[in-house]
């Protein structure tokens, strides 16, 4: 037989993405040998790019229960009630656990954690480093543990294609490396870690490897997928014309720092009681309606923070001054921009999917912790715990041997693409106007049937590209089937929310 690959690996298991889901998972799962197989460099994709930080009741004033109330408060009603406790719960000791791989929290002089309150927090409980590189402290630290375990061997540059299947069960994965070598890896247990799918979006916060591979792998494979017309739209992204948008942390928010319009007029005192702290999906439509009217809106912060912005928010500080604004005294130009995905690959508790085999972790996986609109950081929270809990689940799971015969035929990750920058641009665009922060019904089927276009134009074999608008199909029909608002779903043929579709079939597998 000739094998359509030029080489095999083996392994205990795999994880595709190097994130901190994929690598706390990977970790946590010594001493079976995993691969891990990432797009880019193991310290890529939107981990580093998290700025905000990290929420856990750590203060003494303070509770998971607490911490519990206010994630379920901007849920719209669909968070799971058994993860979000799992999520709260397990917040302070996670945060011990990064503390002893060597994350440093920004920490006062007698060595007391500082705390930071993000929109939807009712008290500070946001952990952060380095004051607003939060992401990229916590990367520092899981790609120098994960260099060091022995039991981890990194594929970096490889682009992983499709899951394989033998027996009903998933029993590995095959990628393409940057050099165009085809690699089958082999292994009882696969972890998607893949992140979300902000690039599919013409305005993103995310990094432009977020193309939602992890989604549409396990989709083409039959797993199980939930809550996916849910897709958080960040309020506060530089509006300088970059792409990917830059983001000015809510944190800046939980500082003091104001939302005004053309006039300087504080207009968030007049949408919520919270203000600028109101959940994020009701500050990003309400910033969403004056640019759609034509207005501008600002993030003034020259009052809350002022001259101490290159101190306490060095990343944005020096992100504003290379598109020549200086925060410290002049306001900043936001507007909205795809941020996370709070649907994904349906998962129970352990990051188990449908599919046996299949575990999914961090924004590519759907617990339904987050419901319909997601907590100011509890992103990290989130892939840290529930890494963690699914590599565990991975080291204690009964192994079988993969004999990957009809492996070994479908292996053919398929040719490199060509360029398709000419479709993928269009996808981006049509996911902005039809499938974005307000949706409606015309446009979303308009949008579906441009899809289907678009994946016409798309040349054979599994790539970024087929992978976009896979998802965003996917999202565009979730968002079609529910004929109502809620957290980030909004319609603006059904504006408010609908009883009938107040409840959530449990999330897990
Ligand atoms: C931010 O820093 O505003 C983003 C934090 C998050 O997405 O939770």
């Given at each position: 037989?000739?094998?359509?690959?030029?080489?095999?690996?083996?392994?205990?298991?795999?994880?595709?993405?190097?994130?901190i889901?994929?690598?706390?998972?990977?970790?946590?799962?010594?001493?079976?040998?995993?691969?891990?197989?990432?797009?880019?460099?193991?310290?890529?994709?939107?981990?580093?790019?998290?700025?905000?930080?990290?929420?856990?009741?750590?203060?003494?004033d303070?509770?998971?229960a607490?911490?519990?109330?206010d994630?379920?408060?901007?849920?719209?009603?669909?968070?799971?009630?058994?993860?979000?406790?799992?999520?709260?719960?397990?917040?302070?000791?996670r945060?011990?656990?990064?503390?002893?791989?060597?994350?440093?929290f920004?920490?006062?002089?007698?060595?007391?954690?500082?705390?930071?309150?993000?929109?939807?927090?009712?008290?500070?409980?946001?952990?952060?480093?380095?004051?607003?590189?939060?992401?990229?402290?916590m990367?520092?630290?899981?790609?120098?543990?994960?260099?060091?375990?022995d039991?981890?061997?990194?594929?970096?540059?490889?682009?992983?294609?499709?899951?394989?299947?033998?027996?009903g069960?998933?029993?590995?994965?095959?990628?393409?490396?940057?050099?165009?070598?085809?690699?089958?890896?082999?292994?009882?247990?696969?972890?998607l870690?893949?992140?979300?799918?902000?690039?599919?979006?013409?305005?993103?916060?995310?990094?432009?490897?977020?193309?939602?591979?992890?989604?549409?792998?396990?989709?083409?494979?039959g797993?199980?997928?939930?809550?996916?017309?849910?897709v958080?739209?960040?309020?506060?992204?530089l509006?300088?014309?970059?792409?990917?948008?830059?983001?000015?942390?809510?944190?800046?928010?939980?500082?003091?720092?104001?939302?005004?319009?053309?006039?300087?007029?504080?207009?968030?005192?007049?949408?919520?009681?919270d203000?600028?702290?109101?959940?994020?999906?009701?500050?990003?439509?309400?910033?969403?309606?004056r640019?759609?009217?034509?207005?501008?809106?600002?993030?003034?912060?020259?009052?809350?923070?002022?001259?101490s912005?290159?101190e306490?928010?060095?990343?944005?500080?020096?992100?504003?001054?290379?598109?020549?604004?200086?925060?410290?005294?002049?306001?900043?130009?936001?507007?909205?921009?795809?941020?996370?995905?709070?649907?994904?690959?349906?998962?129970?508790?352990?990051?188990?999917?449908?599919?046996?085999?299949?575990?999914?972790?961090?924004?590519?996986?759907?617990?339904?912790?987050?419901?319909?609109?997601?907590?100011?950081?509890?992103?990290?929270?989130?892939?840290?715990v529930?890494?963690h809990?699914?590599?565990?689940?991975?080291?204690?799971?009964?192994?079988?041997?993969?004999?990957?015969?009809?492996?070994?035929?479908?292996?053919?990750?398929?040719?490199?693409?060509?360029?398709?920058s000419?479709?993928?641009?269009?996808?981006?665009?049509?996911?902005?106007?039809?499938?974005?922060?307000?949706?409606?019904?015309?446009?979303?089927?308009?949008?579906?049937?441009?899809?289907?276009?678009?994946?016409?134009?798309?040349?054979?074999g599994?790539?970024?590209?087929?992978?976009?608008?896979?998802?965003?199909?996917?999202?565009?029909?979730?968002?079609?089937?529910?004929?109502?608002?809620?957290?980030?779903?909004?319609?603006?043929?059904?504006?408010?929310?609908?009883?009938?579709?107040?409840?959530?079939?449990?999330?897990?597998?």
């Amino acid at each position: 037989m000739r094998y359509p690959f030029d080489r095999l690996i083996r392994a205990d298991a795999v994880v595709v993405g190097s994130g901190i889901g994929g690598l706390t998972a990977a970790l946590a799962m010594a001493p079976r040998r995993v691969l891990v197989i990432t797009k880019g460099d193991p310290g890529g994709g939107s981990t580093p790019w998290a700025q905000g930080g990290i929420a856990a009741a750590v203060a003494a004033d303070d509770s998971p229960a607490e911490h519990a109330a206010d994630t379920v408060s901007v849920g719209g009603g669909l968070n799971d009630p058994k993860a979000v406790k799992v999520l709260t719960s397990a917040a302070p000791e996670r945060v011990a656990a990064l503390e002893a791989i060597g994350v440093h929290f920004d920490a006062d002089v007698e060595g007391h954690l500082l705390l930071g309150r993000e929109g939807g927090h009712h008290r500070r409980r946001v952990l952060h480093s380095g004051g607003d590189a939060t992401g990229a402290e916590m990367m520092r630290a899981l790609v120098r543990a994960a260099a060091g375990a022995d039991h981890v061997e990194t594929l970096p540059f490889a682009f992983a294609a499709d899951l394989v299947t033998d027996g009903g069960r998933v029993a590995g994965v095959t990628a393409r490396t940057d050099e165009g070598e085809k690699v089958l890896a082999l292994a009882p247990a696969v972890v998607l870690a893949t992140g979300g799918i902000g690039r599919l979006y013409a305005n993103t916060t995310n990094p432009p490897e977020v193309t939602g591979d992890g989604l549409a792998m396990a989709a083409r494979a039959g797993a199980r997928l939930a809550d996916l017309e849910f897709v958080q739209f960040h309020p506060t992204a530089l509006a300088s014309g970059r792409d990917p948008m830059a983001l000015l942390t809510e944190a800046l928010r939980g500082e003091g720092a104001v939302l005004v319009d053309d006039d300087g007029r504080r207009f968030m005192v007049e949408v919520h009681p919270d203000a600028e702290l109101a959940p994020r999906d009701v500050v990003a439509r309400a910033i969403w309606a004056r640019l759609q009217a034509g207005g501008r809106v600002f993030l003034d912060a020259t009052a809350a923070v002022g001259a101490s912005f290159p101190e306490r928010f060095p990343t944005v500080f020096s992100l504003c001054l290379e598109d020549g604004i200086d925060p410290q005294t002049q306001p900043v130009p936001v507007a909205p921009a795809a941020h996370y995905h709070m649907g994904g690959v349906a998962t129970d508790l352990e990051g188990r999917t449908s599919l046996p085999g299949l575990w999914a972790v961090g924004e590519v996986s759907c617990t339904g912790v987050h419901g319909a609109n997601r907590l100011a950081s509890n992103s990290l929270l989130e892939a840290t715990v529930f890494g963690h809990r699914a590599g565990q689940s991975v080291r204690a799971a009964a192994a079988p041997a993969v004999e990957a015969t009809a492996a070994f035929a479908a292996a053919d990750p398929g040719p490199a693409p060509g360029d398709v920058s000419g479709p993928v641009a269009d996808l981006r665009r049509t996911m902005w106007d039809q499938v974005g922060l307000v949706r409606n019904g015309g446009g979303l089927t308009s949008a579906l049937e441009h899809l289907d276009e678009l994946a016409l134009l798309l040349p054979f074999g599994a790539s970024e590209a087929r992978n976009m608008v896979d998802a965003g199909r996917l999202i565009a029909r979730a968002a079609l089937a529910r004929p109502e608002s809620r957290g980030a779903h909004y319609r603006s043929d059904f504006p408010a929310p609908d009883p009938a579709w107040a409840a959530r079939e449990p999330v897990g597998a």
